[in-house]
């Protein structure tokens, strides 16, 4: 999808994950051709909450008849490239310069993300299935 895409995540499927009446983790996706991708994942500890909704994704993206699961993420979002890579994505493209592209549609994007590093460009993951 990329960030380029507009998306109304609160319209899209997903999930919600409950710890108790506390809200802990959620997960929205979009079912495409061939392709599920997913728009946002958050956890709000880390307790393994971010992988159970993501092992439900890629479930689910098999139950629909998906040939793969894709996550665009940015340059500066270490975090999330390991954890990706640590549950079976593999790298599959690389878009040099896209957030500037993306920052004329939303300007509040930073010109610096996580750990002080430029924000510059997006990068997608797989998990083939």
Known sequence: MGTLGRVDASRLPGWIA????????????????DTV?????????RGGVGSALLRALIDSARDVGATRVRVT????????LWFYQQ???????LRVGAVAEARRLKP???ETGLDGIPLRDEVDLEFLL
């Open 18 to 33: 409950e710890r108790g009446t506390e809200l802990v983790g959620l997960l929205t996706y979009h079912v495409g051709d």
């Open 37 to 45: 991708d997913l728009v946002t994942i958050n956890a709000f500890d």
């Open 73 to 80: 993420t940015t340059n500066d979002n270490t975090r999330a």
């Open 87 to 93: 549950a079976g994505f593999r790298l599959s493209a």
């Open 108 to 110: 509040q994007i930073p």
